[in-house]
């Protein structure tokens, strides 16, 4: 079934205040339940390739992968350890192909890109994360990041080599231990969280936390949560207002109402037994 009645989604991108392009891309369909946020990095335009070849392989496979299941059942229902399993070998399908591209072209050669998606379904959402690009949710007044970075930066702060006040101004803030397309293989991070009506979900990149703290974007959610196009457009001007000194991409996610998959009545039974 289309998510478009229940989710409303909102996205921007932009180059920031300094850098001439934009490596960042983002893809956002409410009728699927899908983001994707992904920021490049390697030599002069490579970082763009690797994060476009990042969300265009994924979002065309994970839109074969929901297509295929609503065929079959007519509903397109899953469970969370078929979603998490999907994503995971979607992203590794996705990182083989950035590495693959790269060994292959010289152009290209050490390109990588951070990533998060987010697929919503029966009242959930899996996130599936690799690098310092982040999701968080608003629920009420309460901003919550669900993503840990992968970064050299969060070691040092779970190490306690660094104060949460040392971090702001460190300058390993955008040294990540973790990226698609850099080896054969990667190690994606994925959790599953409940989502209820009034949620807000937000994926954006180190262009934003960079330049705006957390509680900043938590008032900037409360404040335009109502028009969501407007939210996502004033996070980025936020970021370029504070220095803007890298690329900034916010996609953000509504939850307008329940959408629990409407399973048959043994699907009902199984769930109630579990």
């Known amino acids: 079934m289309s998510l478009a009645p229940y989710l409303e989604m909102a996205l921007c991108t932009d180059p920031g205040a300094v850098r001439s392009h934009n490596e960042d891309a983002v893809f956002a369909d409410a009728a699927l339940g899908v983001a994707i946020l992904a920021d490049g990095m390697g030599g002069y335009n490579a970082g763009e390739v690797a994060s476009g070849m990042a969300t265009t392989r994924l979002a065309a496979d994970l839109s074969r992968v929901i297509a295929t299941a609503v065929a079959r059942d007519g509903r397109g229902v899953f469970d969370p350890g078929e979603v998490e399993q999907h994503i995971v070998n979607e992203v590794e399908a996705a990182n083989f192909s950035i590495f693959n591209a790269s060994r292959s072209e010289p152009a290209y050669a050490g390109m990588g890109t951070t990533l998060v998606v987010a697929w919503f379904y029966d009242n959930r959402m899996s996130v599936g994360h690799v690098g310092d690009s982040r999701l968080y949710r608003l629920r009420g007044d309460q901003l919550e990041q669900l993503t840990r970075d992968h970064s050299l930066l969060q070691e040092q702060l779970d190490n306690g080599m660094i104060t949460p006040e040392e971090a702001r101004f460190s ?88 959408f629990a998959s409407r399973r048959g009545w043994w699907q009902r039974l199984l769930a109630r037994l579990k």
Do not use: W, Y
């Open 171 to 258: 300058g390993n803030r955008n040294l990540v231990t973790r990226a698609l397309g850099v080896e054969p293989v990667v190690d994606v991070e994925i959790h599953d969280f409940a989502v209820a009506p009034g949620d807000i979900v937000l994926l954006c990149s180190d262009g934003l936390n960079d330049m705006v703290d957390d509680h900043e974007i938590g008032l900037a959610l409360q404040a335009l949560g109502g028009n969501l196009q407007l939210a996502a457009d004033h996070l980025v001007q936020m970021a370029n207002e504070n220095g803007g000194r890298d690329n900034i991409s916010v996609i953000l996610v509504k939850v307008r109402g329940d």
